[in-house]
């Protein structure tokens, strides 16, 4: 009876190594989401730092993912509006928080991405885009960033 178990104690346990490793970061991400570690539960701090909150009525897809991206379950079609949130965690910390704005008028829109890098001296980022002006995202100040957002009708928060 013994040998019968050591006979098959053996391939099991190289077969489960085996999964283990190739699904060894899905596994750790079901048993410790960041999702839950810096989704809603992470306000606080997020408030302590001045960066916008992420709703709890907000939403993410990205189950098995160290960038998570909340978006409001449904999202205008036009105006301008906040529409959504990214979180970047890397080993079981955050290092990025960041909201987009859009504004979507006339067949057309524009962009401002306002982000917190915590592993970044300066911290704060602030990013403009309109396909009308330039090819890609251009940096810009908190003040024009603030300014845009003004001339929206929205405020950062």
Known sequence: MRKTRDKFRYPLLTIFSFIFLLTKDKLYYLM???GRKYGVAFNAERARLGIALLPDTWVTNDKFSETKVW????RPDSGSFRSSKVVVVKSGSIVYDGDTYLRIAGGGYE???????????SGWEYKYYNPLIATEE???TKYRADSILN???LEYK
């Open 32 to 34: 410790f989401p960041p």
């Open 71 to 74: 978006h409001p379950v449904n």
């Open 111 to 121: 962009k401002l991405t306002i982000g917190y890098s915590y592993s970044d001296t």
């Open 138 to 140: 251009k940096n810009v």
């Open 151 to 153: 001339n929206w009708g």
